[in-house]
């Protein structure tokens, strides 16, 4: 699958990691590969309902989800974010567990990067030093 850094628009390629990482989930659970322009429209699709800020900050992880699969004709994403686990001091919401994970790593900048386990959507990855949470979807 395609990365951040491949992706022409600057505010995808510098900050997209979350967004990226959703996607790829549902890259996971259908199968169905996307394209750089579908990215950038679902970007503008999320940035027009306000569920994604211009530097990519996710509001709403579900709506990431509904929009990957509404480029794709699915209608209902059988996909959902159910909970998260902090180790940073947050307190711990919803399922503490799930059918995919994505991890959020502190980087040796001082920054947040959001990965799944199996697919980094940075190249080359950032170098990291502890995950400060994991969210969980099923």
Known sequence: MIRQTDIQNTHIRRYGCLMMSLIYLMYRLTGIDYT????????????????????????????????????????????????????DGRTNWGQQSGRYIILQMHTLHNNGHFRALDYDPYYPQPRTDRIMSIRYYD
């Not at 750089?36 to 309902?49: A, P, S, T, V």
């Open 36 to 87: 750089e322009e579908e990215i950038i429209w679902i970007y503008d699709y999320l940035l027009h309902n306000r569920d994604i800020d211009t530097d990519c900050y996710v509001h709403n992880h579900n709506s990431v989800l509904q929009a990957a699969g509404l480029i794709k004709g699915i209608d209902n994403v059988p996909l959902h974010y159910v909970g998260a686990t902090y180790l």
